[in-house]
């Protein structure tokens, strides 16, 4: 049984909001969270559903790295008790630009405004934020991943979803059911994105019980980057500067490398920024995780011999004092689609009262939110525009009406005795972490030294590499104090050998693998050559490197720099009188499907039931009866905390076999000889507790199943003659594997043509198609005919008949 809950996200007669969080219930045992978005204005409302079932959450998966998406997560963790102990799946990307996301969004959030927040509630920092998405599991593409415990049944599958990089669509199974989670995806191909893989592998997602997709599409329209180029230099060269608010890590890297790549190819010296606060660790994760982006993003980084996010024109700014330092036009991209958090509100309350300035949005947002409302006029306004006024072959300008009052989060650095007193507890902190590390290497000792301690000699009591001997300092934290080369806790500093093990000593930890003991190539080096610095790799030693050369650079280091370079800060709450005099526009740059290949793509799932979610009803209403049309019938569009039945329509039971009817089966090996396999027919009847027919015979087998499942019996056929009608009427049953690269090479050796056209695809004689399946399933498509027959008889020799 497979039921579903919008909790966020899906259409209401209420306000619109983007925030996905989705609940998927398998059996009313397994419940799986799908995302954990807020809204934009981290609305503590929007939890109160989320914060009552968190102790009955199993599992958490997350999809996009956008607020969106997983903006409450963080919050969760930290204020919900028991959430931050659900395990937590999600590809690489997404954990990485989630981090940066959460990071520039919490810095200005309402809750960790300086008087806003309760004083009997920890502060969430950077630390927080970083030690929270580090505990989260990471998959690739394709993984099949099996749990265990409670969720063994479970089996996930990620897949490339497009839209935001990392962007997944999940496979659950389930039993009998079969999900797909598809929610926020693009078919096309971008500047730094793969087409999402329903449309690149439809075979590995094809067929499933329920498909679960997000009605929000995209308006498709062509020549985007003419459009956005258009506006801008509309801005800058009538003397006006360009505001685009973005995302902090996702679609904001579409962006910042189109305009960069355009600066540089038409030579502009317009100055052009991103501000955010993280900005600098985006760009260190992004150029870090190339081979998660498209082919076209690695053959630059192999032509020019530098990552595509290194960038020649575009700078990245932390705060709005960038953008003021710079006088004249200038194009500024800033985080904060929504312009409730990050530099991007600030930023456009300076902007926007010069009438020369534009304003690009290239995102939607929620309609509570200031840009909502700015986005709500400027559809007012446009709405009298066609495409025969002047306006109407590029973007739609307009002026709106609005004079209020902006409430501003600030971030200021801290100074004088605040910045003490966070110094001070960070200390603290730190103390009370290296603490346990240094309790934890101790009980690790402690269980892995030998039960005998005559297995070690003193040889190797005696010596202990200087690089060990660091390395157990570092794990000791401030323990390391009592551990020092010149402290003893009784004085026998004229001692050599030190016969009896006394306090503070540890002993070593004896390493071992399949073969034993591993022996350390140091301790046989003669002493002169130890002098001679020796060392056990021979590869630096050829080398002759005494600094970095030759050694392979982490990545890690940047983000332990932009770790290291976030200044403590503190969010300061001011509030501005604004009057918008700019002009605004809208360029869709969302990375999203757009209805027609939506209409074209969904279909060719073949999902046996349909569910849509969109923010809006009408959008969602409209793409269902676009979809009913092509054939799918069983569509299903639920609005936020309804439950939705799509529970596969199919009963599964368990019937047990007499010794006698199983010794008359016609058993037969499978070619892995994993399986025992037979072929029977006979009758289903439901034991209702009613007197059966006089003439029926009494039932031969009888299982007792689990409370949960219907009491079944297996009757048999009333004659012989109606045995030997239906054993006709059986089909075969083939089981087996087979391997697409055997098969061509026996159907050419038969002397039919056949070619690899795609994955899991073999097309013979240039009409017929060989398609593998999940689950070594096999699908032969194509005209009837001679070929057909031949090809489906070499594909059936290749599997065992069981009949």
């Known amino acids: 049984m497979f039921t579903f809950i919008p909790l966020l996200g899906a259409s209401t007669s209420a306000s619109t909001s983007l925030a996905s969080q989705s609940l998927l219930t398998f059996d009313q045992n397994v419940r799986v969270l799908i995302d954990v978005g807020w809204d934009d204005k981290f609305d503590l409302q929007l939890l109160s559903e989320l914060e009552r079932l968190t102790p009955t959450i199993d599992l958490i998966l997350l999809t996009h790295a956008t607020i969106s998406h997983l903006g409450a997560y963080v919050y969760a963790c930290k204020r919900f008790p028991g959430f931050d102990a659900i395990p937590v799946y999600a590809t690489l990307p997404v954990i990485n630009m989630g981090r940066v996301a959460t990071i520039d969004a919490y810095s200005t959030a309402w809750f960790t405004t300086s008087g806003t927040s309760s004083s009997s509630q920890e502060p969430i920092q950077p630390s927080d934020i970083d030690a929270i998405f580090d505990k989260i599991h990471a998959l690739k593409y394709s993984q099949q991943l099996t749990l265990t415990a409670k969720l063994s049944s479970l089996r996930l599958t990620a897949h490339n979803a497009g839209h935001t990089l990392g962007g997944t669509l999940w496979r659950l199974h389930y039993g009998q059911e079969d999900v797909i989670y598809a929610v926020d995806w693009n078919h096309a191909v971008e500047r730094h994105l793969n087409s999402s893989a329903l449309l690149t592998a439809p075979e590995q997602l094809s067929r499933p019980t329920a498909l679960i997709c997000g009605a929000r599409t995209g308006t498709g329209i062509r020549r985007r980057e003419d459009l956005l180029l258009s506006a801008i230099l509309r801005g800058v060269e009538r003397g006006g500067s360009v505001f685009i608010p973005t995302s902090t ?31 600098s660790r985006t760009f260190a ?43 004249g036009p200038k194009v500024v991209l800033a985080s904060g689609q929504g312009l409730e958090w990050g530099v991007g509100r600030e930023i456009f309350a300076r902007l926007s009262d010069d009438p020369e300035n534009i304003a690009i949005f290239t995102q939607g947002a929620d309609s509570e939110s200031f840009a909502g409302e700015i986005l709500m006029l400027w559809k007012a306004a446009t709405e009298g525009m066609s495409d025969d006024d002047d306006a109407g072959s590029g973007p739609k300008f307009a002026r709106i009406d609005l004079q209020q009052q902006l409430e501003i989060r600030k971030c200021v650095p801290l100074q004088g005795d605040e910045l003490e007193s966070y110094l001070a507890e960070e200390r603290a902190r730190k103390n009370l972490a290296d603490r346990q590390t240094a309790m934890d290497l101790k009980n690790r000792n402690i269980l892995d030294q030998p039960d005998s301690e005559s297995e070690s000699s003193e040889s190797e009591e005696e010596e202990e590499s200087e690089e060990d001997m660091e390395v157990e300092k570092s794990d000791l934290g401030i323990f390391s104090l009592t551990q020092d080369n010149d402290v003893y806790d009784s004085d026998i500093r004229g001692a050599k050998l030190m016969k009896n093990k006394m306090f503070p000593y540890i002993p070593r930890r004896i390493r071992r693998d399949t073969y ?34 030759g050694k392979k650079r982490k990545w890690t280091d940047d983000r332990e720099e932009d770790k290291s370079s976030i200044t403590p800060s503190k969010a300061v709450l001011e509030y501005v009188d604004i009057v918008v005099r700019c002009e605004i526009t809208f360029i869709e740059y969302e990375g999203l499907a757009d209805a027609r290949s939506m209409q074209m793509i969904i279909p060719q799932v073949q999902a046996r039931k349909l569910i849509l979610i969109a923010d809006s009803i009408e959008q969602a209403d409209a793409l269902a009866k676009s979809l009913r049309d092509t054939g799918i019938q069983d569509i299903y569009v639920p609005s936020s905390g309804k439950s939705v039945n799509a529970s596969m329509d199919a009963n599964a039971y368990v019937v047990t076999l007499t010794y006698d009817l199983a010794h008359w089966l016609n058993w037969q090996n499978t070619a892995s000889g994993e399986y025992t396999v037979a072929q029977l027919k006979g009758k289903l009847l439901m034991n209702d507790g009613l007197s059966s027919d006089a003439s029926s015979q009494e039932p031969e087998l009888i299982y007792s199943p689990p409370s949960h499942l219907k009491e079944v019996t297996l009757g048999r056929l009333a004659t012989r003659r109606d045995l030997a009608v239906a054993s006709t009427k059986t089909k075969p049953l083939f089981v087996g594997d087979i ?17 690899f056209r795609g994955e899991g695809v073999l097309l013979c004689d240039g009409h017929i198609l060989v398609r593998k399946l999940e689950d070594s399933k096999v699908l032969i498509e194509g005209g009837v005919g001679t070929e057909f027959y031949e090809i489906r008889k070499i594909v059936d020799s290749f599997l065992a008949r069981i009949l």
């Not at 910042?256 to 600066?263: F, R």
């Not at 982006?293 to 932390?318: D, N, Q």
């Not at 050829?542 to 600094?547: D, E, F, L, R």
């Not at 098969?743 to 070619?755: D, F, P, S």
Request: charged share 35%.
């Open 249 to 279: 890590s996702a679609r904001a890297l579409e962006l910042c490398h189109l305009l960069d790549s355009i600066w540089v190819e038409r030579k502009y010296t317009i100055p052009l920024l991103f501000v955010s606060r993280a900005g």
């Open 285 to 327: 994760y992004a150029r870090s995780m190339l081979e998660w982006m498209s082919p076209a993003i690695v053959r630059e980084w192999e032509e020019k011999g530098t990552s595509p996010f290194v960038f020649k024109c575009l700078k990245v700014g932390t705060s709005e004092d960038d953008v003021h330092e710079i006088r």
């Open 516 to 549: 034993g003991e591993i022996i350390r190539v140091e301790d046989y080096v003669r002493a002169e050559e130890r002098d001679e610095g020796v060392t056990n790799d021979s590869t630096e030693n050829a080398q002759g490197a005494t600094g970095n050369i």
């Open 739 to 755: 391997r697409l690269a055997e098969l061509r090479r026996r159907l050419m050796t038969e002397g039919h043509r056949a070619e």
